[in-house]
């Protein structure tokens, strides 16, 4: 059974940042794609970031593309994603999630996602 345990959420100002971390448990977590997904009050969860089993794919919304980073260290069983100038529509719950599929490359919705995170918050004021 895998559990991701989400970190690193807070309450930041218009412009700072945020390093997320998911930390994985079991031996198999390098054989997994990964994605952040986040979700406001009042609005459906959405894709924000994805990487595949190696590392080498990443794949990142619009909203969030050029000021977000996803990043792995599979020896460390952790998915990263570090957020940068940040808005306050980025506010949400951001979650992380573990592909049902071994060894494929960033799957942008969520079905093909078996296990998630519990979620951390992330606030930015204005």
């Known amino acids: 059974q895998v559990q991701l345990v989400e970190s690193g959420g807070g309450l930041v100002q218009v412009g700072g940042s945020l390093r997320l971390s998911c930390a994985a448990s079991?031996?198999?977590?390098?054989?997994?794609?990964m994605g952040w997904f986040r979700q406001a009050p009042g609005k459906e969860r959405e894709f924000v970031a994805g990487?595949?089993?190696?590392?080498?794919?990443?794949y990142y919304a619009d909203s969030v593309k050029g000021r977000f980073t996803i990043s792995r260290d599979n020896a460390k069983n952790t998915v990263y994603l570090q957020m940068n100038s940040l808005k306050p529509e980025d506010t949400a719950v951001y979650y992380c999630a573990k592909d049902i599929t071994t060894l494929r490359r960033v799957v942008t919705t969520q079905g093909p996602y078996d296990h998630w995170g519990q979620g951390t918050q992330v606030t930015v004021s204005s």
């Open positions: 990487i595949s089993w190696s590392g080498s794919s990443t």
């Open positions: 079991g031996r198999t977590f390098s054989m997994y794609a």
